[in-house]
């Protein structure tokens, strides 16, 4: 029901946002800087949008520091800088955030903010898809030729989930069988595993 003296609840929302955010709270915080970047209830106004955001990112709330990212890599309410969008992009994504990942992802294969990287840019594709983001599966596509692949070198070689014989088998692959491989450590070789859409690891020696 609305009529005179009946306020939205967004504005009453953004009132809140702002006396909360003003007393330091990280969640309201990000929603004001939200409201500011989208223009609803306030005028649009990028800068108050960053200083906002940049307070919740500082205070650890992850979808913050995924959107300060977005915005020091576009130049909005902020001056563009691509390293410092890849560094609050990898807070997020280490902390599990698919579009922080996804996001990630793509500097690591444009080479912004840090030399290009397809090994990581695949990595992030992976974790982004594994938890949900769909448009990953795309990115994994198009970095896949850019990877080195290797061949099976024994009868038969079992993909698992981590690099000790300790985890679970993902899956086996015959000997001639094709690996996208993303690198190599104590050992054991990262691979990406395109019918599960996921990594995996195989010991190195059992690859030509």
Do not use: C
Not at 78 to 99: C, F, H, I, N, Q
Not at 109 to 114: D, E, F, L, P, T
Request: proline content about 1%; cysteine-free; glycine content about 10%.
């Amino acid at each position: 029901m609305r009529g005179r003296g009946v306020e939205r609840d967004e504005q009453v929302a953004a009132r809140w946002y702002r006396r909360a955010a003003e007393q330091g709270d990280a969640d309201a915080q990000f929603r004001l800087g939200l409201l500011y970047l989208e223009g609803r209830e306030v005028d649009v106004d990028e800068a108050q949008a960053a200083r906002w955001i940049k307070a919740a990112a500082e205070q650890g709330v992850v979808s913050a520091q995924n959107n300060l990212g977005t915005l020091y890599e576009n130049g909005r309410g902020v001056t563009r800088d691509p390293a410092r969008a890849l560094d609050w992009y990898e807070k997020a994504a280490k902390s599990g955030d698919a579009l922080a990942q996804n996001n990630l992802g793509a500097m690591y294969a444009r080479g912004r903010g840090v030399e290009r990287n397809y090994a990581w840019a695949v990595f992030w594709f992976a974790m982004a898809a594994q938890n949900g983001n769909d448009e990953a599966a795309g990115n994994i596509e198009a970095s896949l030729s850019h990877l080195r692949e290797a061949s099976v070198d024994v009868g038969k070689a079992r993909v698992r989930a981590g690099r000790s014989t300790d985890y679970d088998v993902l899956t086996t692959r015959e000997r001639g069988a094709t690996l996208y491989v993303l690198g190599e450590t104590e050992g054991w070789s990262q691979v990406y595993l395109p019918e599960q859409q996921r990594l995996g690891w195989i010991a190195s020696k059992l690859l030509d």
